[in-house]
């Protein structure tokens, strides 16, 4: 059974750093995109990051450009986000995607919450 179980989150303050982690089970992570997609209250989540499964470079929501990054360990089956120079309108429950495109499967975390507030 997939699962994707997130962690990382917190309140912190305009300007901090954050490090949301993501560890992937039960499935081929190798073989998957994975994503990072926030939502915040009363608004659609929207992707934040994303990194192909093979090769290729990340793509990142305008927004978060220059501030964001997104990485992945394929031994350990993780991907994580470094989240530096956080914002208040950065304030979002976090989720970690993976997606296959030819097997069209998708499976999506729990979500963690991120409060960027003083």
């Known amino acids: 059974q997939a699962q994707l179980v997130e962690s990382g989150g917190g309140l912190v303050q305009p300007g901090g750093s954050l490090r949301l982690s993501c560890v992937a089970s039960g499935f081929t992570f190798r073989s998957y995109a994975m994503s990072w997609y926030r939502q915040a209250p009363g608004k659609e989540r929207d992707l934040v990051a994303r990194?192909?499964?093979?090769?290729?470079?990340?793509i990142y929501a305008d927004s978060v450009k220059g501030r964001f990054t997104i990485s992945r360990d394929d031994v350990k089956s993780t991907v994580a986000l470094q989240m530096n120079s956080l914002k208040p309108e950065d304030t979002a429950a976090y989720y970690c995607?993976?997606?296959?495109?030819?097997?069209?499967?998708?499976?999506w975390g729990q979500g963690t919450q991120v409060t960027v507030s003083s």
């Open positions: 990194i192909p499964s093979i090769g290729g470079s990340p």
């Open positions: 995607r993976a997606d296959h495109p030819l097997l069209r499967r998708l499976f």
